[in-house]
């Protein structure tokens, strides 16, 4: 009887004390370390790592706050403030041996009206809701933008590009990544990627400029029946796809049929804004939406 | 104080357009291994403003000096003789290029020699031009930019950018991957250019994928040099 009491009580001390060890046992839990910069309007953050995530998001306070986490504890975060520059850097050392060692795990809190500079090499990277010019330079790291306003410049090796309700300017290059617009308001687009996809689903405003260029990839606009722009089209190896009803462009320069590959030209409505579209062997659509 | 060597490179670098300062000329006067670098940067950054020329020929030490170091790296697979023959670049020249601003210095430099090749085929006598981007056939004991371009930026490979290994493996991997999708577009791109020789678009790209590697190699040597992102 006694026992049968005693026993689950023992157990529950037992498994208590080896919940002990094996918390002993595992690694330390990563410490998040915070800081806190005081700055005006419009500060620039300047963001650099090796691999990990990066999340930068937009509050109404006058404040940059940074806060990260590095798991193998092999990585050292300096940080420096003048005025309204402040600049994060994590810092491997020496005795990292592999990618996890040198992961550090940035979040970033910046007021709405901020520039930023990110390289990191791996690791996602999303920016949500900040107003401001922003570079992005990075290798193998995915980038999502969402509700930014700017001027964008994107730099990637064959990191992905996900702009969603993107306004202001945007210029993305890249060898492999894929590029996709959601939703953009954007006035000028200068996209190129060699192996990677681009996808265009928004208006195309007045007075834009939108050139897409790829290699082998595909190429997607989506347009509506309202919007108006000249379009110049190009795949020398591939094809091109087209449910739009284009009137010959009349004030553009006259476009002699190449002999090579297939081109499209024309205008839709007014013309008001530019779209070249152009890929070696990767098939251009141009589709209506729905 | 005497300047050192290390201080006038760091000058060097910086220096834009215009004379020197006066210890930079004073240490000149003293080292003739820093007055070699001072002129082999002024010959390549006057090729490089020359875009237009008929003839972009640095002085032919500048390119056999490269030439030698890039096989010292390894960084070139297969050595030619006649360069190989002549005669060899003062020790300590390719160190600078360890250093990652001179480094990417040198490769913009590289880059506008490419841009260079495609202005030149750009222009109304581009089937002339063109002929150059094959091998040429001892006509001048100078190569000119665009061959010495291909023969020597395209030819290196990921394997052999010094401390690339040594970095994070997605990181090696992706552009070791991507080095071999732009050496892929530009063996395609070239097939096309051969095959159609007055095809602009098919020019526009192949410059386009010379210019993409020649970035990829910066960046690659960037990260390397620099340990990553240090």
Known sequence: ????????????????????????????????????????????????????????KAWT????????????????????????????????????ASADDSKTDFEIT???????SVRTDSGNVTVDSVHGDMTFDTVGANLQLSDVDGYMVV???????????CSGKLEANS??????????????????????NIFFDGSFLSRGIYIMKNFSGTIEVHFSSSDSFDVNASSLKGDVINQATFKPDTHGTPHPASKWGHSLFGTMNEGHAKVELTSFSGTIKILKRD | MTMQCEQFEQILEQQDEGALPKPALAHLETCEACRALSSDFSAIHDMALELGAEDVAPPE????????????????????????????????????????????????????????????????????????LTPQQGTSSVPAADSVFKEEVLTVGSDSIPGLQRQDIAVTDSIRRNLQIVDNFIAICEKSVREQPDNQMAKEYLYGAYQQKA????????????????
């Open chain 1, 110 to 116: 910046v007021p709405v009206e901020s520039e930023l």
């Open chain 2, 61 to 132: 030490r500048v390119w056999i000096a490269l030439r030698n170091q890039l096989e010292a790296e390894r960084l070139i697979h297969e050595p030619q003789d006649a360069l190989q023959s002549a005669s060899p670049a003062g020790p300590g020249w390719w160190a600078v290029f360890q250093r990652p601003a001179v480094a990417g210095a040198f490769l913009g430099l590289v880059l506008a020699a490419a841009s260079a090749v495609g202005y030149l085929s750009n222009a109304p006598q581009s089937a002339v031009h063109y002929a150059q």
């Open chain 1, 155 to 165: 730099k990637t090796i064959d990191g992905s590009l996900l702009c969603t309700r």
């Open chain 1, 1 to 56: 009887m006694n026992a049968s009491y005693s026993s689950p009580v023992r157990l529950s001390a037992l498994s208590a004390v080896m919940a002990g060890f094996i918390l002993a046992a595992s690694p330390a839990q990563a410490d998040r370390i915070e800081k806190h910069f005081a700055v005006q309007s419009k500060p620039k953050i300047t963001v650099r790592n090796s691999t990990g995530r990066i999340q930068v």
């Open chain 2, 215 to 230: 970035e990829l190699l910066a960046t690659a040597m960037n990260r390397s040099m620099t340990g990553g992102l240090q």
């Open chain 1, 61 to 96: 306070k006058k404040e940059v706050l940074v806060s990260w986490t590095s798991k193998s504890g092999k990585t050292a975060v300096e940080t420096e403030q003048a005025g309204n520059r402040v600049e994060v850097a994590a810092m491997v050392n020496e005795d990292a």
């Open chain 1, 175 to 196: 060898i492999s990544g894929n590029v996709q617009m959601i939703e953009p308001t954007l006035d000028s687009v200068r996209v190129q990627t060699s192996s990677g």
